[in-house]
């Protein structure tokens, strides 16, 4: 499954569709197109992406990582959670 949200913190009814399709326990995405905030209370997913934008150009940077054209990259500008504080970066070169 892949589920974007936007601001999904003021939204409990787009917090708990989110809840039923990750109870469903199939692999999941979730692609957070707001601030990264609005995945803090999605970890239970198999994979976060902070989109930080519900922009075209965001979009298709979602969509070739997706489809592996891409690797992701970057710094989260704000914590999701506890789980990943300021300035987390997914490291894929083992460096």
Same mark, same amino acid.
Request: charged share 15%.
């Given at each position: 499954?892949?589920?974007? &949200? +936007?601001? @999904?913190?003021?939204? *409990?009814?787009?917090?708990? $569709?989110?809840?039923?399709?990750?109870? /469903?326990?199939?692999?999941?995405?979730?692609?957070?197109?707001?601030?990264?905030?609005?995945?803090?209370?999605?970890?239970?997913?198999? &994979? +976060?992406? @902070?989109?930080?934008? *519900?922009?075209?150009?965001? $979009?298709?940077?979602?969509?070739?990582? /997706?489809?592996?054209?891409?690797?992701?990259?970057?710094?989260?500008?704000?914590?999701?959670?506890?789980?990943?504080?300021?300035?987390?970066? +997914?490291?894929?070169?083992?460096?």
């Amino acid at each position: 499954l892949i589920i974007g &949200v +936007l601001l @999904a913190l003021q939204s *409990p009814e787009q917090r708990a $569709l989110v809840e039923q399709l990750l109870a /469903l326990d199939k692999p999941t995405i979730i692609v957070g197109l707001g601030t990264p905030a609005d995945l803090a209370s999605f970890t239970a997913a198999d &994979v +976060l992406i @902070a989109a930080n934008g *519900p922009g075209n150009l965001n $979009l298709e940077a979602v969509v070739s990582v /997706l489809f592996g054209d891409e690797r992701p990259g970057g710094k989260l500008p704000l914590p999701i959670g506890e789980h990943y504080p300021i300035g987390h970066a +997914l490291n894929l070169a083992g460096n």
